[in-house]
């Protein structure tokens, strides 16, 4: 984690940036600065096209590259491996080579799957990897190219659990669930950091601002279950339908889950001078935020 001048870029590429649920939150949160934003989707360029990408890097000449685009339907990343290799470690690889040769910042997402989830305590970033799936074999791989590369300012930012405005997520289909059936069953035994991604945009932007590289973990502070979320959601959107906690044993998915993945801020919070606010707070604005059924 070398000091790379704090300064904002001039202009960022948000790949993802005007349809994905992660892209459109970083791209909005940079927008609050100074920053150009250049919200772009595969409708723009084509990711896999080196020539066209160079073209369009070329043509636009941002300062930062900013990658959230990703397979990150765990389950389906289990029937479609080469396509979850393909654009969460080729495509992170091929940015980072583009992004080495031009100088450029880039920041990419990984995910709290890249652990097996045998740890007690929260992960920090250096602690050993074990993916159980091939979403987070796939992720993996992706950190791994691009610290393989010489690319200046480097950010791999891992998350987890993502919720947010303008996409589906699992706090939206919980509420939508709720006022379809009788009672919900929610997973109870695997722990994680739900974090929304407006916090996760801002968070960004403060490591930018920061002027650091490296490997950070950047998830809203506090711990819980999916049952525990799911929860706290109902409670706070006002509606009543029983939920109960039932173990993973009894919820089967292609994909294998880490039982624990919490992940450690203390770097984010060393590199930044601030602390995420708690996942309740963040979700609390998320939830105010939907339309009322």
């Known amino acids: 984690m070398s000091p790379h001048g704090g300064n904002l870029p001039q202009k960022a590429l948000v790949l993802g940036g005007k ?64 396509e979850a290799f393909r654009l969460n470690a080729s495509l992170p690889a091929l940015l980072g080579v583009l992004a080495g040769e031009r100088g450029l910042k880039l920041v990419h997402y990984s995910t709290d799957f890249v652990f097996d989830g045998a740890s007690l305590v929260p992960y920090r970033p250096q602690d050993p990897t074990h993916p159980l799936s091939v979403y987070g074999a796939s992720k993996l791989a992706g950190e791994e190219a691009l610290l393989a590369l010489d690319v200046p300012g480097l950010l791999i930012l891992r998350t987890a659990w993502l919720f947010g405005p303008g996409k589906m997520n699992f ?9 379809e059936r009788p009672e919900l069953r929610v997973v109870d035994d695997q722990h994680g950091s739900p974090t929304c991604t407006t916090d996760l945009g801002r968070m960004t932007v403060e490591l930018l601002r920061a002027g650091v590289d490296g490997l950070f973990h950047t998830v809203n502070s506090g711990e819980t279950t999916w049952f525990g979320l799911a929860s706290e959601a109902l409670r706070l959107a006002g509606l009543s339908c029983p939920v109960l906690p039932i173990p993973t044993s009894e919820y089967p998915t292609r994909a294998a889950r880490p039982p624990y993945s919490v992940l450690d801020v203390s770097d984010y919070v060393r590199a930044t001078g601030s602390r995420p606010r708690h996942w309740k707070e963040a979700l609390a604005e998320y939830v105010a935020s939907l339309p009322k059924t």
Do not use: K, M, W
């Open 19 to 82: 349809n994905g649920l992660l892209g459109r939150a970083v791209a909005a949160a940079l927008a609050e600065t100074d920053v150009e934003v250049l919200a772009a989707s595969s409708a723009d360029v084509d990711y896999f096209d080196a020539e066209a990408l160079d073209d369009f890097l070329d043509e636009h000449e941002p300062g930062c590259i900013i990658n959230a685009v990703g397979h990150t339907q765990v389950d389906r990343c289990e029937d479609e491996p080469e």
């Open 171 to 179: 706090v939206r289909r919980i509420l939508d669930l709720a006022a």
